[in-house]
């Protein structure tokens, strides 16, 4: 993933995280080969869904909480830092952010 | 600025809390917040805490209170008034009567809806929260507010507003649309905001589905009916499809209706914003309106508007009230069709902000200007307010482009954008940088769709 489409603040916030780190909460939008349609919300849903298996596999941990945004083909995350970090290294995510105000 | 640099520097500091317990229920195959439970519980906790909270005289809030009483200055009499906590005894104010559980002088403000709680408090009173483990699952530094807030000019408040059609809409040329038979009857406009009165006659069957999401952007089952956190949507609510109230007119749709979900409540958190733009194209709006923006290019706002318009959704947002040289994310990105506000003498409002970037070509914001100072609209409590601001702005663009989508329901959203600013013609006395494209005619762009 681009570098400058992850929140400085959440990467801080990753950087930061030791082992007994509590969960991290962070926003991700999911981008679309350029100049493709935009996917109906029951596929969309599919693919945010199989983005974050691969990083729950690939961290062997699950979130605490995942809530979906089909339609902008987006989600919310409530995970450990190990599990996001895997996560933002998925090329098809297109920006994400702690989900924290300023 | 990190609560133990603020207790450092001040000896108070403000804090967000957020309470325990939470409890859940399934609803159609889904986990959600019980909502009425869970106020039910929370509310003992909030009394139970709120004695860790306290006014301090010199707290930032303390101070614009006192400046409020003997300065003119309009900013800092509406930066009091738009701030909760200090607008104890208004009139004009909507409390939600959960809150009222916790007592207006405890220098703390209770939001029972997402179970929080903010407030300034010394380093006894933060040591104390941080010991509640029963009671707070997390405390935070609060944010900066997002939403772009308005300006109010109180003193002229005081004379009432002018009878009949606003000046606004006179300006905008928005009657003749009226009188070609089109009022925004069957297009649906997206809202996110403070919520809205929906008591406020104006605003009578006006809101066509209502949501208010938790911190995940979880949608909460809200069955009561909708209302205003502060009093910024309900305004801007009232410009977009406001019917006529107290013989004074200001909706530029009055037949279009509203997918309105409150987002803004005790700080801009990202997944709230999503939730409810993701709730907005789920209800099949194609025009949304957003008075909000943080004031840093953010690439994941970047990537959300980006989605809306893969969807052909149009997203008409206010770009700041910081004045020259300044822009708000996401009105300030390419995707968004941005405005600036102007006043009655048709000059640029002083604190609407515009940019331009450094980019080839080089790209300018606002992309358009509109009216936005010295607006009356509806309030919470059933009357109405004046208001400066580009908040006030946007929503009369997004009330044109709702006519416009009436007028032509097959139009794209990229196509209706373009006759709005193939419309606008920019005044004599507003620069290119300031007001870039200039102020739309509603029956120019009806011919240019």
């Not at chain 1, 691969?54 to 450990?80: G, H, M, T, Y």
């Not at chain 2, 409002?349 to 450094?358: D, G, I, L, V, Y």
């Not at chain 2, 908040?391 to 006519?403: C, E, K, N, Q, T």
Request: glycine share 8%.
């Amino acid at each position: 993933m681009d570098i400058d489409k992850i929140d400085p603040r959440l990467k801080q916030a990753l950087d930061q995280a030791t082992v007994n780190s509590g969960p991290i909460q962070a926003v991700v939008v999911v981008g679309s080969p350029a100049g493709s349609k935009p996917l109906p919300a029951a596929e969309s849903e599919q693919m945010l869904r199989n983005v974050v298996d691969r990083a729950c596999k690939a961290s062997k941990s699950k979130p605490s909480r995942l809530v979906f945004f089909p339609n902008v083909q987006s989600f919310s995350i409530e995970a450990d830092p190990k599990l996001l970090r895997h996560l933002l290294e998925d090329d098809s995510i297109d920006a994400a952010s702690l989900n924290r105000a300023d | 600025m990190p609560i133990e640099d603020e207790l450092e520097a001040s000896g108070h500091t403000r804090v967000v809390v957020v309470l325990k317990p939470t409890k859940r229920h399934k609803v159609d195959g889904r986990i959600t917040v019980a909502l009425t439970e869970t106020i039910s519980m929370q509310q003992e906790v909030a009394q139970s805490i709120a004695s860790c909270f306290r006014p301090f005289k010199n707290s930032r809030m303390s101070q614009m209170a006192r400046e409020l009483a003997s300065s003119s200055e309009p900013t800092i009499r509406s930066r009091i008034a738009a701030d909760g906590p200090m607008r104890r005894g208004r009139p004009d104010y909507v409390r939600d009567e959960h809150a009222e559980a916790v007592p207006e002088n405890a220098g703390v403000r209770y939001f029972p809806y997402l179970g929080m709680m903010m407030g300034t408090v010394d380093r006894a009173g933060l040591a104390e929260l941080r010991n509640k483990k029963d009671e707070v699952a997390e405390l935070f530094s609060p944010p900066e507010m997002s939403l772009i807030r308005p300006f109010e000019d109180e003193e002229a408040a005081l004379a009432g507003p002018p009878e009949g059609v606003s000046w606004a809409l006179k300006r905008l040329g928005i009657p003749k649309l009226w009188d070609a038979g089109l009022t925004g009857d069957g297009v649906l406009i997206g809202h996110l905001d403070t919520g809205i009165d929906s008591t406020h006659p104006a605003l009578a069957d006006a809101i066509d589905a209502s949501s208010v999401f938790d911190e995940l952007g979880q949608q909460l089952n809200v069955t009561t009916a909708m209302v205003d956190t502060g009093f910024h949507g309900t305004h801007t609510a009232g410009l977009l499809v406001g019917q006529p109230f107290g013989n004074v007119t200001f909706g530029v749709a009055p037949g279009a209706r509203l997918a309105a979900g409150t987002v803004i409540e005790g700080g801009d958190i990202p997944a709230r914003m999503i939730a409810g733009l993701n709730w907005c194209v789920g209800q099949g709006v194609m025009i949304i309106s957003l008075s909000l923006g943080v004031r840093r290019f953010d690439p994941l706002v970047a990537a959300l508007v980006k989605q809306l318009r893969d969807r052909d959704i149009l997203p008409i947002v206010a770009i700041g009230n910081e004045g020259a040289e300044t822009s708000r994310t996401p009105g300030n990105l390419p995707e968004s069709l941005s405005a600036g506000a102007t006043d009655e003498a048709d000059q640029i409002w002083f604190n609407s902000s515009s940019q331009q970037f450094a980019e080839t070509p080089r790209r300018i914001v606002p992309t358009l200007i509109a009216p936005g100072a010295g607006i009356w609209s509806s309030a919470p409590g059933g009357g109405l307010k004046k208001l400066s601001g580009t908040s006030m702005a946007a929503p009369h663009i997004a009330g044109l482009a709702a006519l416009l989508k009436q007028f032509r329901p097959e139009a794209t959203g990229a196509q209706i954008q373009k006759a709005i600013i193939a419309s606008c013609k920019r005044p004599s006395g507003i620069s290119t940088l300031r007001g870039n494209k200039g102020v739309p005619d509603a029956m120019v762009a009806k011919s240019k769709l």
